[in-house]
């Protein structure tokens, strides 16, 4: 725990002012588009002041954190690995991103330790519960704007001097941009949800959460002239907070409320409970007896993106899982095609079609994919850890920590949560940590633990080149299909859209390239192309990729043999085998149509007047589908056969990683087995 000290370090000022005046000026940085970059340059003069101390305190269990910072760094390492279901697109964009998320990492990471070291008397508890009470209400105004004024932008300061080239990219254009609100059709109809001052819906979200906290920290604190304000400000965000359609934050408030009931039963708080109830009470009443409430049944009764994001959660964890389970993949990557398609993608009109990157929505996701399953751990161990510390609410520090970790803990499921929803979980767990007084020092660098550590590490990542090496090497064929689009096939003329209205035979819909995807790999398909190819249908079966350009009607199969085997034949056989199949399947759509189309003619009556204008119909479109028979398509190019080289970064690192794990607990248990045997003599 810091010490008090009598005079102040000049060194503390300028990081004390600097984060007041960072975090303060929120609404202003967001104007100018710097926003999102002001918070990590608040804490380069609170790292320069733990630099100027003699020495540093870190809290208990800070060992798992310095692991998870560790894992995050040998991302690095995996950063340009192929993810399975993933686009493996140039990865130079990467390195800006892992750059940008290692940067608040670390940056929570100082604030963290700034504050546990900085005594109390320099930068008193109740300092930083008004400067993130701040957070909230300027969070609650842009709420409010953000539901009045949704088309409301601003043109930043940071947008008028960044090059064209740097502000066309999505992720930076985000960042530096200002709009209050996204519009967007979650209960069918265009609704706004509000954002300000934040790049995207769900940090404001998890923000104006965990800042609510704060919030009433800095009102029960606060003279009794400010705490009648605290209820005309909550009661301004409750319209921002329903209107926002957002069920995690939803969901947040009202496990924050019932800790709360629960917090002040148990403490036997009459005035709090009483309190507590009557606003339940009036936010019930609110909810039945207005709009407000009609807008949560609605979001209620339409998931939106339930499906996706469900999917989207069992995409990241299977890519992680097989690719990568030990450190994952360093960084998001981008998904091939969508869940519906594989050629499916957003489009200017339809920017919603296309599938978010692997590893988003939600910092769980992220961790997962990114840092595998070991760092998902090192990162949630941390802050169990933490919270079962302050679980108790001993005091005011313990409380808010207590609730702030509980609700970012619960976000980390539905929000990507890295940015300052982490810095404001970061200062509730150093005012906790400070106020606990339970500090150690950082160990002395034992040289012979770091030549252990290091030999270990080196040794295991050894172990991963030579997994990598004996695995066989494979080359690789990709051939390039055309298809016909399918309404060509089946289109009967305009004849057939007017029969659809006089007649029960309706034309068929056009098959998706996933229905192409079926053709190419069914059993009949694959076993003719293995019979010519002297390929087995099991293994030519695992070794057929289907892909698909998004927005296209072309397919692309890659066939990998292990060398010296061409797998160019193989590709070519089923290539031309999914052509002739694709042709069957077509015939039998176009024969069952002209069938049914024959049997509705059978129906009509030849000599009545008013079947004459149907049964010409009837007849052109019988005409026109057994008259025409394109091709169903043709091979556009066969690519040549090149080598795949294995990709050794996964087990390197991981075996790099690992290798840190075992030697860490390998001098923890020797230093252990020294202490055990010195007690004992």
Known sequence: MAEGHRTEPPTTRVARRAFVVGIVGLPLWWLVGVASLVPLLVVVPMAWDLWARRRMLVPPHFAWWLLFLLWVLLGLGTLWSTAPGAVDADGGTRILVFGFRLSWYVGCSILLLWIGNTPASLLPDRLVHRVFASVFVVAVIGGVVGVSSPEL???????????????????????????????????????????????????????????????????????????????????????????????????????AAVGLLVLAALRRNPVALTGLVATVIFAGVALTSTPLGDTVQSRIDHPHSNDRRSQLLVATVSSMTEGSPAVGFGSTRDTAGTFESIAGGSTPDCAACGVPPLGTQGQ???????????GAVLFLGFFVLVLARVVRCRDVSTTVATFVVGIFLLQMTVYDTLGLPMLLVMAAVGLAWRQEGRSHRLPRVDRTAVLVVAGVASTGALLGVLASATSDAHLASTVAVGLTPTPTYLDVGEEAAALEKDSSAAV???????????????????????????????????????????????????????????????????????????????????????????????????????????????????DHLTTHRPEAGRVLRVGEVHRLAPDRSVPVTSGLALGVLVGLAGVRLARAGRRSSAWTA
């Open 153 to 255: 932008t601003v043109t930043t300061l940071a947008e008028r001097v960044l090059p064209h080239q740097l502000t066309a990219n999505e992720f930076v254009h985000t960042l530096v941009s200002a709009e209050v609100a996204d519009v967007q059709e979650v209960l069918g109809d265009p609704e706004p949800r509000p954002k300000a001052p934040f790049p995207y819906t769900n940090t404001w979200g998890s923000v104006l959460a965990l800042s609510l906290v704060f919030f009433v920290a800095a009102m029960a604190s606060a003279p009794r002239k400010w705490r009648w304000c605290a209820a005309p400000v909550v009661a301004a965000a409750a319209i921002p907070v329903v209107m926002s359609l957002n069920r995690g934050l939803w969901i947040a408030l009202g496990a």
């Open 364 to 374: 769980l996701w992220l961790l997962l994919f990114s840092q595998g399953w070991v």
């Open 508 to 622: 068929p819909t056009t098959s998706s390239v996933d229905t192409e995807a079926s053709l190419l790999l069914s059993e009949r398909a694959l076993s003719r192309a293995g019979a010519r190819s002297g390929v087995r249908t099991s293994d030519l079966r695992d070794d057929v990729e289907v892909t698909a350009p998004p927005l296209s009607a072309v397919v692309e199969m890659t066939v990998t043999t292990p060398t010296p085997q061409d797998p160019s034949p193989a590709a070519r056989a089923v290539a031309e085998e999914y052509l002739h199949e694709r042709q069957e399947f077509l015939d039998g759509r176009r024969a069952d149509l002209v069938a049914r189309l024959r049997t509705s003619l059978a129906a009509t009556d030849p000599l009545d007047p008013a079947w004459t204008t149907s049964r010409q119909y009837l007849r052109s479109a019988i």
